[in-house]
């Protein structure tokens, strides 16, 4: 029987970045476990990729202000590319209760210390932006060190590291049982044989929950599906633009290759794990592309491009991590409510902390624990996306 001093369950961005920093604090013996063939076929393949650290909640900051950070050094520090890119968030306010809500949020940021964010009048965005439709924006938000990254190519970059420096990977391997005994987890039971560790990692995305019944332990984490729409090349808006949130209506929209990247969180959309992409979603999504940019009237896409992934959401729109109680050795590292990619560099750092010490500095670990909604703790994300 194989043994392994970590198994970490499922080898997306998360679960790649939770082996690299065990594997980089001298943790040797690290197993994945991923079901796939290949690694990034859940959310992290159909990711939009955004990185920022415009968010409303101390927590979310925090983990952002390590994780941007690290994609900016990523391919120094690990040797492979994450393609970052620096190109901004810009909030666009079409009222002064968005306004209000931005200044009380940059407030929070500078305190902090991100020191890159700033608020912006409406003629600053008509004078960066004047493709904009701008007669209702009030003013905005800006940082310039939020972006982009590569998720596939980020989480390939942390695998290939790790894999470097002694861990292992399983692939076309499914978890089909956890086993206990009085200290806790003791083995993982998978379609390629079982595994005995006493410390078991939960990375499995929007499947976590099921991973987690299998001691015992209900996950409040349900997916979520959000399509995202490709257009074909367009050379009328600038190809240097940040990603431009609408906040009317929460349309936001990227360069990608040649051409732009359209994503909306449909409101009508129900939890479950659906996976197609829904051709009626075109229109609706060109409908509110059109409304901000008139030029995107022209915009060709090709719905056969599209797709849809899955987010993870957790009640209050923050990441589940740490210990499971009543359960020593196994861990979280779910829910993170579409923010799992830019903040996987902050989640290998603390749920590897967690495993190794106990605890962190890098956040107060309580704030994100499962304790949390039983102790009616939950602290609620807005600015989400």
Same mark, same amino acid.
């Given at each position: 029987?194989?043994?392994?001093?970590?198994?970490?369950?499922?080898?997306g961005?998360?679960?790649?970045?939770?082996a690299?920093?065990?594997?980089?604090?001298?943790?040797?013996?690290?197993?994945v476990?991923?079901?796939?063939?290949s690694?990034?076929?859940?959310?992290?393949?159909?990711?939009m990729?955004?990185?920022?650290?415009?968010?409303?909640?101390?927590?979310?900051i925090?983990?952002?202000?390590?994780?941007?950070? &690290?994609?900016?050094?990523?391919d120094?520090?690990?040797?492979?590319?994450?393609?970052? @890119?620096?190109?901004?968030?810009?909030?666009?306010? %079409?009222?002064?209760?968005?306004?209000?809500?931005?200044?009380?949020?940059?407030?929070?940021?500078?305190?902090?210390?991100?020191?890159?964010?700033?608020?912006?009048?409406?003629?600053?965005?008509r004078?960066? &932006?004047?493709q904009?439709?701008?007669?209702?924006?009030?003013?905005?938000?800006?940082?310039?060190?939020?972006?982009?990254?590569?998720p596939?190519s980020?989480?390939?970059?942390?695998?290939?590291?790790?894999?470097?420096?002694?861990?292992?990977?399983?692939?076309?391997?499914?978890?089909?049982?956890?086993?206990?005994?009085?200290?806790?987890?003791?083995?993982?039971? %998978?379609?390629?044989?079982s *595994?005995g560790? @006493?410390?078991?990692?939960?990375?499995?995305?929007?499947?976590?929950?099921?991973?987690?019944?299998?001691?015992? *332990?209900?996950?409040?984490?349900?997916?979520?599906?959000?399509?995202?729409?490709?257009?074909?090349?367009?050379?009328?808006?600038?190809?240097?633009?940040?990603?431009?949130?609408?906040?009317?209506?929460?349309?936001?929209?990227?360069?990608?290759?040649?051409?732009?990247?359209? $994503?909306?969180?449909?409101?009508?959309?129900?939890?479950?794990?659906k %996976?197609?992409?829904?051709?009626?979603?075109?229109?609706?999504?060109?409908?509110?592309?059109?409304?901000?940019?008139?030029?995107?009237?022209?915009?060709?896409?090709n719905?056969? @491009?599209?797709? $849809?992934?899955?987010?993870?959401?957790?009640?209050?729109?923050?990441?589940?991590?740490?210990?499971?109680?009543?359960?020593?050795? &196994?861990f979280?590292?779910?829910?993170?409510?579409g923010?799992?990619?830019?903040?996987?560099?902050?989640?290998?750092?603390? *749920?590897?902390?967690?495993v190794?010490?106990?605890?962190?500095?890098?956040?107060?670990?309580?704030?994100?624990?499962?304790?949390? &909604?039983?102790?009616?703790?939950?602290?609620?994300?807005?600015?989400?996306?």
């Amino acid at each position: 029987m194989r043994s392994a001093d970590v198994v970490i369950i499922g080898g997306g961005i998360v679960g790649s970045s939770v082996a690299y920093h065990l594997t980089a604090s001298g943790c040797k013996d690290v197993l994945v476990i991923e079901r796939e063939s290949s690694q990034g076929k859940g959310s992290t393949g159909k990711s939009m990729g955004g990185v920022r650290a415009q968010f409303s909640t101390p927590v979310n900051i925090q983990m952002s202000l390590y994780s941007i950070p &690290f994609y900016a050094t990523f391919d120094d520090r690990l040797g492979y590319p994450c393609g970052y @890119r620096p190109q901004g968030y810009l909030f666009c306010a %079409t009222s002064e209760q968005h306004m209000s809500y931005l200044r009380a949020n940059h407030a929070t940021q500078l305190k902090l210390g991100l020191k890159h964010a700033r608020i912006i009048s409406a003629d600053e965005i008509r004078s960066m &932006f004047p493709q904009l439709r701008a007669d209702d924006i009030v003013g905005g938000a800006l940082c310039s060190t939020d972006g982009f990254v590569d998720p596939y190519s980020a989480m390939c970059g942390f695998m290939q590291w790790a894999h470097d420096h002694g861990a292992e990977i399983w692939k076309q391997t499914e978890v089909t049982g956890i086993d206990r005994d009085a200290e806790g987890v003791c083995r993982v039971q %998978t379609t390629r044989g079982s *595994v005995g560790t @006493r410390t078991i990692v939960n990375c499995a995305g929007p499947w976590a929950a099921s991973i987690v019944w299998m001691v015992d *332990v209900e996950l409040p984490v349900e997916p979520l599906r959000r399509m995202l729409v490709p257009s074909e090349p367009f050379d009328q808006f600038p190809r240097s633009a940040p990603m431009i949130i609408d906040m009317s209506n929460g349309f936001h929209f990227r360069p990608e290759a040649l051409g732009f990247l359209l $994503a909306w969180n449909d409101p009508q959309e129900t939890p479950g794990y659906k %996976t197609d992409f829904d051709p009626a979603f075109t229109e609706k999504i060109l409908t509110r592309a059109a409304h901000r940019v008139p030029i995107f009237e022209n915009l060709a896409v090709n719905p056969k @491009r599209a797709w $849809a992934g899955m987010y993870e959401m957790s009640p209050d729109h923050h990441a589940i991590l740490g210990p499971v109680p009543d359960v020593p050795g &196994f861990f979280l590292a779910n829910g993170f409510s579409g923010h799992g990619v830019m903040h996987s560099p902050a989640t290998g750092k603390i *749920v590897s902390d967690l495993v190794l010490s106990g605890t962190t500095d890098l956040i107060d670990p309580s704030l994100l624990n499962l304790a949390r &909604f039983a102790e009616g703790r939950m602290i609620e994300e807005t600015a989400i996306l």
